[in-house]
């Protein structure tokens, strides 16, 4: 027996006051609004009344405070599947944008000599196969019900694009995965085929002052 679905469900907002690029590091949770992005995402799963079997997360700080409402709301526990973790990039803890921004300083410019693979973290060959082997994995542990698979916003898209048979390298502006956002995965002819896409905390974005790699 399998799962019926598997949900790939992004964190909510992180405190970022610093506006750095965060990657693995640590000591990076939510913020207040986030909480309330992960609340909503824990709802939309709830009202679809769908049965939940397992919930797995990434190991990072914010991912497994999104969980937390789920796991309360459906009393499950939480496991840890580090496959699920945000890229390594060459930029974490540095500050992107304005005057003073990682990408205004020749120092850091090799790390962009090739967006394709990308250059400056872990090629997206690489978070696509480490994904659907955790989503291959996630399907196939239990007998029944649905898996709730928190990840990152790339992570997801990776998936997203892999299954589409899109080419993974993209512009990340334009990424369909925003907070707390559900991808829903279903098996209806033997593989894995994206069933669905929502946005629970859409009307909480407009809020938002981190948004990830927009």
Not at 63 to 82: K, Q, W
Not at 124 to 134: K, P
Request: charged fraction near 25%; proline fraction near 8%.
């Amino acid at each position: 027996m399998t799962a019926s679905q598997v949900h790939l469900v992004r964190h909510g907002e992180v405190f970022n006051p610093e506006r750095v690029l965060y990657g693995r590091l640590p000591g990076f949770g939510l913020s207040d609004l986030g909480r309330a992005m992960a609340e909503a995402a824990a709802a939309d799963l709830v009202e679809r009344g769908r049965p939940v079997a397992r919930i797995v997360s990434s190991p990072l700080q914010r991912t497994r405070e999104s969980a937390e409402p789920i796991s309360a709301a459906v009393g499950l526990p939480v496991d840890i599947d580090p496959r699920l973790i945000e890229p390594a990039n060459f930029f974490e803890g540095k500050r992107m944008r304005g005057p003073d921004g990682a990408l205004r300083d020749p120092r850091n410019w090799r790390a962009l000599v090739n967006p394709l693979r990308p250059s400056w973290g872990e090629p997206f060959q690489s978070i696509a196969d480490r994904m659907l082997a955790a989503v291959d994995d996630a399907y196939h542990s239990v007998d029944s019900g649905d898996v709730v698979l928190v990840s990152h916003q790339l992570p997801i898209w990776m998936v997203h694009r892999a299954l589409s048979g899109e080419r993974l390298a993209h512009d990340p502006r334009r990424r369909r995965c925003g907070l707390s956002s559900i991808t829903t995965l279903s098996w209806p002819g033997g593989g894995p085929v994206e069933a669905g896409y929502s946005n629970p905390a859409v009307d909480l974005q407009a809020g938002a002052t981190d948004v990830g790699a927009v």
